[in-house]
């Protein structure tokens, strides 16, 4: 088993050294399954700082990447306050999981931005981690803490 795992407060910073550390990670793995690791981080992480944020209980985004032969497993925990950033999240992974085509989710939702392009959210990591990776994301909530979870399965993957 191999693992990545940081914590620190919310800032982009901290998505500049996970690429590098991922590909030190996953080593020899073929480069479909390194770039769809990298996506999902930088998108998961990515919300986590936009939309989350420090609350007694979790002031800083938690990353954890566990690699072992037949899963990669990416968690992220952050704290939220804004109920809104919340409900938008849960909007967007129940209308992930109660749908098949998840590329017509991502479609919609450029489609939309196309319609409205002043819109001040993109609101589209979720849906590019469902339509253009094969990460099984989920999430629950413990204590004012936010924690999304994003599963590869690598059977036959990268073959």
């Known amino acids: 088993m191999n693992k990545?795992?940081?914590s620190a407060i919310p800032n982009y910073d901290i998505l500049n050294n996970m690429s590098d550390q991922i590909h030190r990670v996953l080593g020899g793995s073929p480069k479909n399954i390194i770039e769809s690791c990298e996506s999902a981080s930088w998108e998961l992480l990515e919300n986590a700082i936009k939309y989350g944020s420090a609350?007694?209980?979790?002031?800083?985004?938690?990353?954890?990447?566990?690699?072992?032969?037949s899963e990669i497993i990416i968690k992220i925990s952050n704290g939220f306050d804004?109920?809104?950033?919340?409900m938008e999240y849960l909007k967007i992974m129940d209308k992930i999981h109660s749908t098949e085509d998840k590329s017509s989710l991502y479609i919609n939702r450029?489609?939309?931005i196309l319609e409205?392009?002043?819109s001040t959210k993109s609101q589209l990591?979720?849906?590019?981690?469902?339509?253009e990776t094969d990460f099984v994301l989920n999430y629950h909530i413990e204590d004012q803490v936010l924690i999304t979870t994003a599963v590869l399965s690598?059977?036959?993957?990268?073959d």
């Open 4 to 6: 990545i795992e940081f």
């Open 55 to 69: 609350q007694n209980n979790q002031k800083e985004v938690k990353y954890e990447f566990t690699s072992t032969e």
């Open 82 to 86: 804004r109920k809104e950033s919340l």
């Open 110 to 112: 450029l489609s939309e």
């Open 116 to 118: 409205n392009p002043k």
């Open 125 to 131: 990591g979720l849906y590019k981690i469902a339509a």
């Open 154 to 158: 690598l059977d036959n993957k990268g």
